[in-house]
């Protein structure tokens, strides 16, 4: 279970007795005048204990010194800016992610003085800087019946911590703007941590229509719907698993629900044993987080509603399990879609596509969305390509494509995109159907890509691969979690910077 700090600020000057006191220095050793004030007590201490440890104030590096002589504080920790003029907004969230992962699980209170050798740093990067904070305190050990003992290194800090700066009211006000995503993001990263005996898909539903707390319109449909619909591409996919099929319809009216929204399309495999074509078992228990494209979605919708975003925005999750038992999905069945379209099953393990299948051009009839954009742990093949550090970009419009990827520039999400042509189409052309749901070993990711594109019928369509950072990414300065909660702050920066009223 997440254990998100308890963030207060405060003016200067700084507390005596502030349990944890945390400074920031630049590649010169400089600090801001109420750091300098509140080290007054014990002048060329940070100097002297610079010189012994060859700390240079470099980005990110630390200086960590108990009980300092001179001051009130139970420890010094002094930060490195770097040349602290061209500090950009992702170092300001990795800075409050090395802040907390420095501060002891033991400790009761922690005072951070955010200022920059010049003065005081913007509401705004104080509140990126917060949002790096909290996203680091994440932790997830709700099945834990024995808590670790205090001063373990994965272990959290509980630590009150108070923010010092001039304006504390204007960076408290734009902490409460990010707030929001900092839960969305947490929502996502519960969801995704969850054991697949708990999150079913209908658990996964019953969770997204807590949103309506929010205001988000949300609506479940069950399997009788959905085989009234026509969602038969899904349905197939479920047919395998004791636990029914579900797909969540969520809206958030921002704009007053009139105009042409935008739509987030999330693919949830609660677990995808590779049905009939089964995986192999190495590693088969992280096919838990074959739906965090899913939690993405709805960690997104929960940040959007909570920080009451001015627009339309349909979110809509396909939520199956993957099963291989005696009503399963065969290689060589062939499927209706939704669209019409049939589908030659080659590998039922290619089963998240189907599942997009439909629900693309469900939401593509229904809401007339302006865009639409997916996400989804689709293809092993884009590890191959990308590792850990991008998620794949597939789109038939290139302005989403750049807004997108401006979108993961500016939030550390990044994003990199390949191409799609007629002629990787043609690799999932059938002899006996309209499609193949595989084109073979080859270029794996844009095949799966093809197939999405014919289901989004010229809508601008964007599709996220992002088996490689969904789930199992390696740990970072903001995020020692399995599940990483990625695309919420992307897609929630998309949004802001393209699509909000103002």
Known sequence: MSHLPKISFAKPPVAADAGVLVV???????AGPATRAALEPAAGLIERAAAADRFKGKLGATLDLLAPSGLGAERLLVVGLGA???LKPADLLKLG?????????AAKEATVVVERPSGELSPGEIAEFVLGLTLRAYAFDRYKTKKKDDGEEDEPSRARITLVTADDSAAKKAWRGREPVAAGVVLARDLINEPPNVLTPEEFARRAEALSKLDVD??????????KIGMSALLGVAQGSRNEPRVVVMRWKGAGGEGKPIAFIGKGVTFDSGGISIKPAASMEDMKGDMAGAAAVVGLMHALAARKAKVDVVGVVGLVENMPDGEAQRPGDIV???SGQTVEIINTDAEGRLVLADVLWYVKNRFKPQAMVDLATLTGAILVALGHEHAGLFGNNDELADKLTAAGQATGEKLWRLPLTGDYDKLIDSKVADMKNTGGR?????TAAQFLQRFVDGTPWAHLDIAGTGMGAPASDI??????????R???RLIADNYEDR
């Open 24 to 30: 920031f220095v630049d590649d010169r050793l400089q």
């Open 84 to 86: 602290s003029a061209e």
């Open 97 to 105: 992610g090395i802040v907390m992962g420095k501060l002891p699980s």
């Open 218 to 227: 949300v609506e479940v449909l069950d399997p009788k719907a959905l085989k």
């Open 336 to 338: 209706a879609s939704l």
């Open 442 to 446: 080859f270029a794996g990711s844009i």
């Open 479 to 488: 995020n020692k979690s399995w599940g990483a909660g990625w695309g919420v």
């Open 490 to 492: 992307l897609l929630d």
